[in-house]
DNA sequence: TTCATAGATAGATAAATACTATCACATAAA
DNA sequence: TTTATGTGATAGTATTTATCTATCTATGAA
């Protein structure tokens, strides 16, 4: 048997009050149901808690000794009852995004404070994820929801998109497209393009584009992340196609490597926002995804396309 | 409503085996019930907790938030049990000892060591406080249990007696009487004799041995605690009855007075324990009183007179 | 004594809690 | 595809628990 936070609320308010009836006319509940509950307090414990007597009842020294313990109780109670009330708008909790590593940091700062202007109560937990593992973990609970690239691999997520990102094509400031006004497709043929590690779903893309334009995808020097991708275009290693997000926050403002107007077509991965279907919170995610439409819409327009059609997605995918 | 200890033990259940009827099963009660249980909470709480799915249950954001709450809740209650459980000879808690100031610190020392080495789970908090407002406090539960000195004043509490404390006559180390072998009783005729303030039962005692011999109460200059009495004897203000425990404690090892042996009649107050009636702790303080008592033979019987009888006591008064 | 008030008790009722049996749906295996 | 297994939800019933009113006994104060 164990104790119940009622009689434990019963047992701290007969000794505030000093007498059965005292606390039992502050508790709104009528003098024997305090006494019966007391003594299944009692016996459930195994420990005389009160000394009753004509004049009142008195807290034993064993029943003292719990009181302290009863009293974090009550506080930790009512702090649920409080977080609880403040729950309101779901605004209650951390709320834990993966996002990808080629995305997240050129994309969330961004974002962000426009987020929590809107949800000041909302705390979001961000951890960066393959977009792979970005959706299995969505799909375990371990995420509440994503930001990911599609297409998507696991059917039966709700997703909003929310802007295609395109890549741009970049090379050292000493590489022979430096100098021209534009690339055309038929100058990558034969053209060392650099790739990221396999497990980014950006690799899929920059595969497709090697593929198309007949360059050569160097294999063996392939970046763990954008910015290594970064260093080893600057070395002169070879020419890439970078988020244009990516381009606009780590590129544009440095001299190392530059990026280039290609005058060909337009490569982009499609970014959307998921979810589990059938979550609760599926209204606040859409509303989450607005602010991100928004957003992206009022400072990102030079970089991004926005395609606000919600059904029949394709993930922009060429 | 109020969420129950049961609710928030199924929820973390739940949240920590992944499904309603992995919990229910480590919760040895059926799943609809979980289902039930859950379902009230959320609903008093206005909160979805779980994320409900075919492939099990997972905590929502705001549910997530509640945990640690939760835990902390639980660790609380089982502390509570553990603590009950430790209470088999009721040992549990914090005993409040009253003690009169002029007998405390001259008895207490002898007997607490031997109390904890009985009783090793027993916490005795120790306040002094003159033996009427021992009493009062007693009735009024702010002592669990107190020495004090007889006669008592407020009758139906349940006492022990302990032993009878003579009173022993202290004197200047140059005053007439330090040469003499023994002080009759005619030679404190007119003599200045000092007591303790008024409050203290003590008085009364004092108040007596000065009516009976003729000496002169020098009710201006009443000490306000043994020791000061102490200092104003050896000024030569005059001499004192003090009780044999702290001539014992605090005469005997200095110089600054000496006792002299009286050769009259012996007053002496009587010493007991008191509990309020009716208590179920009263095998306790008799065992207390018992150990008092053995120790007091052992080692104070050259200072006190013991008095086993345990009825019709008469509190030593003359 | 008389009165007010303390906690204890008896008996009835309402509420909460639990169970069994079953359903509807999703996933994985045959 | 069909089947088996596992998920939570639901209906209906039985039991346990919590609560109430009315009453009792004992104590302390006027």
């Known amino acids: 048997m164990e104790p119940t936070i009622k ?13 059965f009836r005292g606390a039992a006319e502050r508790l709104d509940i009528a003098q024997p149901t305090l006494t019966a509950q007391i003594n299944t307090l009692e016996s459930k414990l195994g420990v005389t808690l009160l000394e009753r007597s004509r004049q009142g009842a008195q807290l034993t020294p064993a029943g003292r000794s719990f009181i302290p313990f009863i009293e974090t109780i009550l506080e930790q109670v009512a702090s649920i009852g409080r977080l609880a009330k403040e729950a309101d708008g779901s605004l209650i909790g951390t709320y834990r995004l993966g996002v990808p590593p080629t995305l997240g940091p050129y994309f969330l700062p961004e974002v962000i404070p426009t987020i929590h202007q ?39 997520l709700s997703i909003e998109p929310l802007f295609n990102e395109p890549l741009v094509l970049v090379c050292a400031p000493d590489h022979a497209f430096a100098e021209q006004d534009a690339v055309k497709p038929d100058d990558l043929h034969g053209e060392n393009l650099l790739a990221i590690e396999e497990k980014h779903r950006l690799f899929d893309l920059m595969q497709t584009i090697a593929l198309q334009f007949s360059a050569r995808l160097l ?13 080893m275009i600057g070395t002169g290693l070879g020419i890439a196609f970078l988020p244009a997000l990516y381009v606009k926050s780590e590129i544009t403002p440095r001299k190392d490597v530059i990026s280039i107007n290609f005058d060909g077509p337009t490569f982009a991965r499609g970014v959307a926002l998921a979810w589990r279907p059938g979550s609760r919170r599926a209204e606040l ?29 394709d993930g922009g995918r060429l």
């Open 219 to 231: 294999r063996d020097y392939e970046g763990t992340s954008l910015d290594t991708l970064r260093h």
């Open 7 to 19: 009689q434990l609320r019963y047992l701290l308010s007969v000794s505030q009050a000093g007498s």
């Open 118 to 156: 809107s949800f000041p109560g909302l705390k979001i937990f961000v951890r960066e994820n393959a977009p792979r593992d970005l959706e299995v973990g969505l799909l375990h609970s371990e995420y509440d929801f994503i930001i990911t690239t599609l297409p998507m691999e696991i059917p039966n």
């Open 285 to 313: 995610y859409k509303q989450i995804a607005q602010i991100m439409r928004t957003v992206s819409h009022d400072t990102l327009s030079d970089h991004i396309t926005l395609n606000m059609q919600t059904t029949g997605y």
